[in-house]
């Protein structure tokens, strides 16, 4: 497809060249049963070479749904940003490459409600292929703005069901006035074989950590959101009375900065370790050698980094506001606290800290969210969805 198109020129060369039936009926195999079903994947985040922690969520899953005798294909960007123009263009792309794969898959199952839950919607109308749409966060909070709601309406409308990973978004997504024609909560899982109950000092050893102190393990993007400068305010209160306890901040991002600044500023420079983006089969290591992960943001619409927490038979200490709370079994797993309160985040990980609850109570936590109960659960809904059309 040529880049030097107007945008609106070019989705309509797009749409000129999709020629699709108006239906196409699920595949059958021959002799023993149905063949497995053909299922597109569509979403704007996904690992790239460059980002490889970006949208790992939405691989584990479909990865996980190749177990359910599902066949995934992908239409997915796999790189953040690039600034207006580039936007545009990749999510043309994107397009493109749903329009002309829609036609050989039984169902689309499509990640955010817009943009790329319009985009699904329109592969799907043009190759008569139903949508089953999953709502991560982000996007159900845009629905606050009438643009982004009115923009978002026709993904949700078209979508056989759609998929809340968590009660919390479930209940935004309902109070937005959007109305789905189903509406599911199933949260994104965790690997249980990724994720396992390890050894703490072997763990330190192999990622290069030194000592035996209390280590707050933090896992996400370095934004407004995920609050890192009250955490590290904490984190200081909470050396107050364990000097030797130290912060790993796991990501990156817009905030690296300004938390690098709140660092000096807190004298902190020897006991905060930044290990930057990472890809996401490294985290397990990070997990086993923490004592206690801290998800403090302003809002978590769900928090998969404390499911694979507690898989690792690590407790938490989670935001109030938002999903996460629906994941942890407080107190016996971790504690529940106000994002906004420095004191009360430090008071909380000193009190897990001084009675960690046992891992193999955590992991029991985690197990209703195991990554394969959750694709089966999907496999079901993509099944439904696609007998249905």
């Known amino acids: 497809m040529s880049t030097t198109l107007a945008p609106d020129r070019e989705a309509a060369t797009v749409v000129e060249r999709a020629q699709v039936p108006e239906s196409l009926p699920v595949a059958q195999r021959d002799g023993d049963g149905p063949a497995?079903?053909?299922?597109l994947c569509v979403s704007n985040m996904w690992p790239g070479e460059g980002d490889p922690d970006f949208?790992?969520?939405?691989?584990?899953?479909?990865?996980?749904l190749?177990?359910?005798?599902?066949?995934?294909?992908t239409a997915v960007i796999d790189r953040r940003g690039g600034g207006a123009l580039r936007s545009v263009r990749k999510y043309l792309r994107l397009l493109a490459d749903a329009v002309l794969q829609a036609r050989g898959a039984d169902v689309i199952y499509a990640h955010y409600l817009f943009p790329t839950g319009a985009i699904a919607a329109l592969a799907g109308r043009?190759?008569?292929t139903p949508v089953v749409l999953t709502a991560h966060g982000q996007d159900v909070a845009n629905l606050r703005r009438r643009p982004l709601r009115t923009a978002s309406a026709p993904g949700?409308?078209?979508a056989a069901a759609v998929i809340a990973v968590s009660g919390y978004l479930a209940e935004r997504l309902r109070e937005s006035g959007l109305r789905p024609a189903r509406l599911e909560v199933i949260d994104m899982g965790v690997d249980m074989a990724a994720f396992t109950p390890g050894d703490r000092a072997q763990a330190r050893a192999r990622l290069g950590i030194a000592g035996d102190g209390p280590l707050v393990l933090a896992v996400g993007g370095l934004t407004a959101r995920k609050n890192p400068l009250t955490l590290l305010q904490a984190v200081a209160r909470l050396r107050i009375g364990r000097p030797g306890a130290r912060l790993a901040l796991v990501g990156d991002g817009p905030l690296r900065d300004t938390v690098e600044a709140g660092v000096r500023h807190l004298l902190l420079e020897d006991a905060v370790i930044r290990t930057g983006a990472i890809p996401h089969d490294q985290v397990a290591d990070w997990v086993a050698a923490a004592d206690v992960l801290a998800m403090v943001s302003r809002v978590e619409p769900l928090g998969?980094?404390?499911?694979?927490?507690?898989?690792?038979?690590?407790p938490a200490v989670v935001t109030a506001v938002g999903g996460a709370r629906e994941v942890l079994p407080a107190p016996g797993c971790g504690r529940v606290v106000e994002p906004g309160d420095p004191r009360a985040i430090a008071d909380a990980l000193d009190a897990v800290l001084a009675e960690p609850p046992d891992p193999g109570t955590c992991r029991a936590a985690a197990e209703p969210h195991a990554l394969s109960r959750q694709a089966g659960r999907v496999a079901a809904l993509l099944r439904e969805a696609a007998a249905r059309e």
């Not at 190749?66 to 294909?73: A, F, K, L, M, Q």
């Open 126 to 128: 043009l190759s008569g």
């Open 304 to 314: 998969v980094a404390v499911l694979e927490a507690l898989a690792g038979g690590r």
């Open 66 to 73: 190749e177990g359910e005798d599902c066949e995934v294909d």
């Open 55 to 64: 949208g790992s969520f939405v691989r584990d899953m479909c990865d996980a």
């Open 36 to 39: 497995p079903l053909k299922v």
């Open 156 to 158: 949700v409308r078209r």
